[in-house]
């Protein structure tokens, strides 16, 4: 649970979805934090076009660098990340009811009506991170202790 709770309070501390979900295993992933960062930074906000939700993207990369070795990354077999990815998806989904931020905020942020309300209706203080914990929340289930 500490780095669900490292991913909440990178998020509350101004990092994008996809950072904060991220930034936690960077140690582990052989990245240093400012690399998880520079990685990161595109894909919230659904990659700025409020498409797929940062935080699973942000979980979903997490999964490839933690699953996928040197036989993976050169096009061997990636069934062990697809699988992973599959059940990761799932499982959010079960949890958030959408993979991409219309459907777990409710707005089109790609558009500025959709854009206005999530900021009056504050949904970035206040959904967004029950997206955060969902993909670090089932990142710690899905990935073996260290």
Sequence with gaps: MDRVNEALGLFRDGYACSQAVLMPYADDLRLTSDQAAQLGSGFGGGMRLGSACGAATGAIMVLGLALCDEDCAAGGDRD???AAVLEFGRRFV?????????????????????AARAEEQKLFETTCPDAVRAAATILEDMLPSE
């Design 94 to 114: 079960e949890q958030m009811g959408s993979l991409d931020c219309e459907g777990i905020l409710g707005c089109d942020l790609r558009t500025p009506e959709g």
């Design 80 to 82: 062990s990340v697809k």
